[in-house]
C-alpha cells in the first residue's frame, strides 16, 4: 500500500465490457507505464467496473486520461490520473477536540497525507487548540442565521483556501445540499454509531437505553440524506453493564477518531469508489 | 468461571441500599459458607442491586433464600439458589441447520451445560439431521393455524418435555405475548443482525443495500415487542464491497452461532439478569 | 465472491513484469472469455506478481493455461485453470469433536463447497459420530508406531480416497516431510493459538500463566516448520481475569472452529496463494 | 463506571478466608459508609480475594484502612482507600509523537484523569511538540552514559516533579531493576506488539515476514523481564497482504496509542490488580 514517490494512480469506473481490462491495461502498455499495484472490481448486481492502478512511467496526466476513457468507451465513465501530491483538506468543527485532535497529531507526525488549509468551527471553542499547530481557525457563527445562510457564509468562508476535500470531524451541523453540491463526494462525516443503528441524535444515549452490547462509529461521504451516505469506513467496541452513557461516549470517541483517521486516508489515497449509496473500497 | 461440582449460586437483585451486601453476605458466613466466586452491580440510574455468588457449604437452598429474602427487605426482591445441574432446555428450528448444529456438535462435545429434551420444528426439514443425535424431533406445523392456535400448538408440544429454557435457532415464527408469558425471561432468540440495526426481515439483504461494512449478530431475551428485547450477547464481523449478499449470510451464520452459543452459556450459568429492557451480565 | 455455476478460475503467480496484465488479459480477450472477477497484487518486496481471475466462456483449460503461460513467459510460473466443482477433501483428527462437526454441519446445510471423502482418525474416539453423518471413518492407531511409520499408514489409508486437500481439523500428530512432500501446500492446520505466540504445547495453559487479555486461533498451511507454515487465517477472543484455563478453551474452540472453516473456505475457493512464508489472499 | 465527585475506592487484595466479604463489608457498614460499586474475584488456582469498592460516605481513608486490615487479618494483605482527585503523572518518550499526542489531546478535553507534571525525554524531538500544550519537557539525552547513569538521570530529574505514575509513550529505552523499584507497579509501558508474540526490536518487521493476518498492541506493568510484565490491556487490528511494514506501522499505532490510554485509564482509576504476573481487571 506504500507510494513510491513517482507513482500515480489510475482510476476507472464504467459499465463493464468484455475485454475492458485488456483495453485499459493497453493503453497503460502502449506508453510504456510499469503498474506497481493494481486492484479492480466487478459488482456482480449492476455490472459495474471498478479499477485502481498504480503506475509509475513518463506520460501526461491528460493524455493517458484521455486514451482511458476512449479505451472505455462509455459515456458515463469516470477516469481520474492524479500524482499522490498531497491534497488541500479544510476540516469543519465544533465544540469537541478528540477528532480534530487526532488529525493535528497525525499531520505533526508526517502520517496525514495531506495539507490542512484551514481549521473552521461554527463556534469559538476549539480556535486556540487549532492555533497551537500553527494553523488558521475560522470561525462561522450560526447565530441568527437560517442552515442556508450559514451554509453560504461557510462555502464562502472555505473558499479562499480551495479546499479538495472537507473533514467534518465532529462539526454537529445539518448542511443542505447547496453546500454538498460543491463538494460532491469529497466530503467526509464521522458518525457516532454504527450506522445504520442509532441514526440522529445523542446515540450513545439511545445506545445505553437499547443494554447493547457493543457501540460503534461510521465514516461515510455525506450526502443529502442524513447519515445515510455511502460507509466507508466502520469499527465497533465492546461495552458491559457497568458502563453508564459516559463511559460509552469516552470509549465511542476512541473508536471516532480512529475510525474518521482511516476513512480519511482510504479517501486521500483514491482507495474510495462511491457506487450509488454503496462504496467500492481498494484497500 | 469454572463451576466445581457442588457449587451453587445464590442470585439476587433488589433495590439498593446501605449495608446490603454486608446483610447478605452476613447470611452465607452464618451458614458457614464459603464464597468461591462473587460479583455485584448497583445500577447508577435505578439503584437496582444484583449479586451474583457462587458458594459451597451445607445449608437448603430453601433456607438460605428465605434468610436472604429476609435480610434484603424488599418485596420487589428476586432471591434464587441453585446448583449447578443441568437445565432441561428445548430447542425451536425452523429449516435452518447451523445454530441447531453446533448446539447438537457441542451437546456431543459436553461443552453444553444442559439436557436437551426436545427439538421443536414449524417445519419438518431438520428431523433427520436432529435424529441423527438421538434427540426427539417434534413437527408442529403451522399450515392453517392461526397465530394463536400455533402458539397453543407448539406449547401443547412441549409440555410433557417440561423445558425450563427455551433456544429459538432460528426459529422464523413470531409469537404472541400468550406464548412469552408461559416462559417469561427464558427464551433466548438469536437475532440475524446488529440489533437495533435492520430490525425485521432479511436483514443481510438490507444490510448489503446500505453497504455496512460490519454485520453482527444479537442473543437476547424474547419479550413481547419483536426484536427488542434485553440483549445478552452481540458480536460482529467484517464484510468488504465483494462480498455479495449470499456472502454476507454465510459470514452472518457464523456470528449467529458463535453469539447464540455464548448467550445461552451465560443464561444456563446464571450469569444474566434482566434489568427492564437491558441485562446486567457477569461474565 | 459468489462463484456462478459455470465461472472457472485463473490463477497466476510469477515474476512481475511490465505489461504482464495486458499480456495475460490478451489471453482471454483472445479467447472470447468474460473476466467477472479480477485480482492482483504485486509484492513490492520480491516484485513477484499474483493474479485470480474469474471468467466465463468456452475454451479449454489447458489451451487457457499454455497461452498464459506462454505470455507471462517465466519459467517459474504458476499457472492454473479450475472450474468450480467440489474438490476432494478428507479431514483429519483425533478426540476433540468441534472442528470436524462443524465442517459436517456446513457439510450437511450445504455449505461446505467440497465432497469430504473420509474422515481419518489417530483414535476411534470420533467414529461414532462421523458415522453419523454417512462418512466412512478411518482409523490409524499410532501404537507401537515410528512416526514415519504411523505417516506411511495414514498416507496409504488415504490414497483409496485420492483427496486433493487434507484438513487437519485437532489433528494432534506432528508430521515428517515426507508426508508433507504427498500434499505439498495442500494441507491446512488449525493451529490454538494466534501464532506466533504460544508454539508448541498445551497454548492455553501458557496464554493463562501468561495473564493475556485476548486469545486467538490460525490457520494455516503445513509445512515441515512446525507451527510456522504460511497463515491463511486468524481470529481472536477476548478474556478476563475471571476466565479459567477451562474457559479459554471453551473459547478458543469458538475461534478454532470459524478460523479453520474461513481458511477452508478461502483455499477451496482458489483464493490462497503461498508466497514464501507468508500468503496472498484475495477474499 | 462514572466516579461521583466524593465516592472514594478501597481496594483489597489478601489471602482468601470464608467470611471476608462480609468481614470487609462489616466495616464500611460500621462507619456507615454506602456502596455505589463493588466487585471481588476470588483466584481459583492462588486463592487470593480482590476487592474493589466505590463508596461514599464520612469516615477519614486511614481509618478505614486500618480497620480493613484488621478485618482482613493476613500479614500480606495490600489495603488502600484513595478519592477520585487526579494523580500525578509524568510521560517519557522518545521520537514518535502519536501516544503522547493521543494523550495530551485528552488532556486538552479534560477526558485524561489525571495531572501531567512533566513530559520526559530522551531526545529532545518533541519538545515543541509538548511544550505547544504548556507542559514542562525535560531532556535526558543518554549519549555517553551507561544504562544505570541514564536511570538515574532520569530518576533525578523526574525527582522534583513527585509523579505517582509513569506513563511510558514510546519511550524506547529499556531501564534497570533500580529505576523500576522506584516505581514498583507504577509504570505502565505500551509495547508494540500482541504479547507474548513479537517480544524484543521491530516487532512490525516481524510481524511482516511472519506473514500474520493480525497485529495488536500490549499495555503492561514494567518489571524487571523485558517485555513479560502483567498485562492490563491488548488490542487488534487486521492486516492484508497488501500492507508492508509501513501499513502496519501505522495500523499499529492507532492501536498503541488506545490500548496505552485504555490501560492508564484503568490504572488511573485504580481498577487494576497486579497478581503474580497476570492483572485482575475490574472493568
Chains 1, 2, 3, 4 share one sequence.
Do not use: W
Not at 14 to 20: F, W
Not at 228 to 254: F, K
Amino acid at each position: 500500500m506504500i507510494p513510491t514517490d513517482n507513482t500515480r494512480i489510475l482510476r476507472v469506473a464504467c459499465a463493464d465490457a468484455t475485454g475492458i481490462i485488456h483495453r485499459v491495461t493497453g493503453v497503460l502498455a502502449e506508453f510504456g507505464l510499469n503498474v506497481i499495484e493494481q486492484e479492480e472490481f466487478v459488482d456482480g448486481e449492476t455490472r459495474r467496473f471498478f479499477l485502481r492502478t498504480g503506475f509509475t512511467g513518463d506520460a501526461v496526466n491528460e493524455t493517458i486520461e484521455a486514451a482511458v476513457r476512449k479505451a472505455v468507451d462509455d459515456e458515463e465513465s469516470f477516469v481520474s490520473v492524479r500524482d499522490r501530491s498531497p491534497r488541500k483538506i479544510a476540516i469543519l468543527v465544533t465544540k469537541e477536540a478528540h477528532c480534530i485532535g487526532d488529525l493535528l497529531v497525525r499531520d505533526f507526525s508526517g502520517e496525514l497525507n495531506a495539507e490542512i488549509v484551514c481549521v473552521l468551527g461554527n463556534h469559538e471553542t476549539l480556535r486556540e487548540f487549532v492555533e497551537k499547530f500553527g494553523l488558521p481557525f475560522v470561525h462561522v457563527p450560526s447565530q441568527g442565521l437560517s442552515r442556508e445562510e450559514h451554509d453560504a457564509a461557510v462555502l464562502e468562508a472555505l473558499a479562499p483556501f480551495a479546499p479538495e476535500i472537507l473533514v467534518f470531524a465532529k462539526y454537529m451541523r445539518i448542511i443542505g445540499q447547496g453546500f454538498i453540491d460543491h463538494y460532491e463526494n469529497r466530503i467526509i462525516n464521522i458518525h457516532h454509531s454504527f450506522l445504520p443503528a442509532f441514526i440522529g441524535a445523542r446515540p450513545y444515549h439511545q445506545a445505553y437505553q437499547r443494554g447493547v452490547k457493543i457501540i460503534g462509529a461510521t465514516a461515510h461521504i455525506v450526502t443529502g440524506d442524513l447519515d445515510a451516505g455511502p460507509i466507508i469506513a466502520q469499527d465497533i467496541v465492546s461495552v458491559r453493564h457497568s458502563h453508564g452513557v459516559e463511559d460509552m461516549i469516552q470509549s465511542g470517541r476512541n473508536v471516532e477518531k480512529i475510525v474518521l483517521a482511516r476513512g480519511l486516508r482510504l479517501l486521500l489515497d483514491d482507495r474510495v469508489f462511491v457506487h450509488g449509496n454503496r462504496t467500492v473500497i481498494f484497500d
